[in-house]
């Protein structure tokens, strides 16, 4: 029979520690790289879940995407290209030089003031149209077509071509059908008669191509693929960088760690917004809006922008939050300083008025704490647009709350202590 000595005792417990600790190192290991490859997937789904998002809201949300290009209407590159387009087409409709002569062909003399009157009456129609654009009516007109127009672009990406917007080919075009007839009237209530009885023209004489693209048909088959991940994307992917930071041991450091991703995310966005506008550029060579392809782009992508800067201060909050949780010394010292600070001050409030509430502060403080997240986390989801600015002072606001109600609990515990209950 074997005799367990002391010596065989301590070797046994020894060699059953090594393997418990090796055990444990094997799941702090696994869970470290899970929660490294979460962060991983984060980062890379980020600059597309932000891209996806902004597209849903802005190009798929009609009254938004109405708001956004409403400015477009003032452009003067853009005034020009609609105008000459509408004043081209009705010239050509109206063919005033042979109603002119038709209308003088009982006078002979009279003949040669032909030419020189349907020049008149044609610098006449530009000029109305002109007139017509530069107005606060072509505003709302704007927008009535726009609205129109991106309901019909969303109806082209998902491939039924119908509408004021339209995919031919490689190009998208804008049926400015609806202006001409706007303008025909004007012309009419101006003495212009005849004009009422003249058709709109034909569709090839009435159309703007609005962008010109070998990959349109690569952006029907993007569109039919990301419009259902759109609305959900990005909420998933804050979902996963909060999973890493939770699944992750060191979770100050893993919380610095998706700060930076966030601000990298940012960058590369940021980055792929100035590759962006040089592809539009050279897809809107050759068409009437070449000239207006900067204010375009600019309007256009005005909330993309707008989310990349919101992004890029999201990112260094958090990094900032980590560094002030993490174990290093400098962050140590920080949390000592305020903690001292509120105690000194709180300390000194223990036989104020405010006694007995910062008392009743001090026992629901977690309660309050998670009050003021909460809150700030939902004034910037119900927002309607999410800017640097309100994240900003959203934040500055919630760091005021969280130091009253840090000063108040320090009165309190001062005060508890100061009156131990008997």
């Known amino acids: 029979m074997t005799t367990n000595t002391p010596e065989s005792v301590e070797a046994l417990k020894a060699r059953v520690a090594e393997l418990e600790g090796a055990a444990a190192r094997r799941r702090v290991t696994g869970r470290g790289v899970s929660a490294w490859v979460v962060l991983v997937v984060a980062a890379l789904l980020f600059p597309l879940a932000l891209t ?9 949300d009609t009254e938004r995407y109405v708001a956004t290009v409403a400015p477009l209407s003032q452009d003067p590159t853009i005034q020009k290209a609609i105008g000459d387009t509408v004043t081209s087409a009705l010239v050509a409709q109206l063919d005033t030089e042979n109603r002119v002569s038709d209308l003088l062909s009982g ?5 040669p003031l032909a030419g020189p009157i349907a020049l008149g009456v044609n610098t006449f129609i530009g000029r109305e149209v002109d007139q017509i654009l530069a107005s606060d009516a072509f505003d709302g007109l704007w927008a009535a077509i726009n609205r129109g127009a991106q309901t019909a672009l969303v109806k082209a990406l998902e491939g039924r071509d119908n509408g004021a917007v339209s995919v031919q080919g490689d190009q998208v075009v804008l049926d400015t059908g609806e202006l001409i007839a706007q303008v025909k009237q004007r012309l009419v209530d101006r003495g212009l008669t005849f004009a009422a009885n003249v058709p709109v023209p034909a569709a090839a004489d009435r159309e703007v191509v609005l962008l010109t693209s070998p990959e349109l048909a690569r952006a029907q088959s993007l569109y039919a693929l990301a419009q259902p991940l759109a609305q959900w994307l990005i909420y ?3 979902a996963l960088f909060v999973g890493a930071v939770l699944l992750a041991r ?10 930076v991703a966030i601000i990298l995310g940012a960058l590369v966005l940021r980055f792929g917004l100035m590759i962006g506008q040089q592809e539009i550029s050279l897809s809107l060579q050759g068409t009437p ?12 992508t005005t909330f993309l922008h707008e989310a990349v800067r919101s992004a890029f201060v999201i990112g260094i909050l958090i990094a900032a939050l ?5 174990g290093s010394s400098a962050a140590v010292r920080s949390r000592e300083v305020i903690t001292d600070t ?15 509430f910062a008392a009743w502060v001090a026992r629901t403080r977690t309660f309050w704490r998670v ?20 994240i900003t002072s959203t934040v500055i606001v919630a760091v005021i709350a969280l130091a009253v109600v840090q000063f108040l609990a320090s009165a309190g515990s001062a005060r508890k202590s100061a009156n131990p209950p008997a």
């Open 52 to 60: 996806a998002f902004w597209a849903q809201r802005t190009l798929t």
């Open 107 to 111: 006078t002979p003399k009279l003949q």
């Open 236 to 238: 998933a992917t804050a």
């Open 250 to 259: 060191r979770r100050a450091r893993m919380t610095i760690a998706a700060g």
């Open 289 to 300: 809006f070449a000239a207006a392809e900067e204010a375009f782009f600019t309007i256009l």
């Open 322 to 326: 980590g560094w002030f949780l993490s």
């Open 342 to 356: 509120f105690s000194g001050v709180g300390g000194r409030a223990v036989e104020s008025p405010i006694g007995p």
């Open 371 to 390: 009050a003021i997240a909460v809150i700030a986390i939902a004034i910037l989801t119900v927002a309607d647009t999410i800017s640097a600015a309100l």
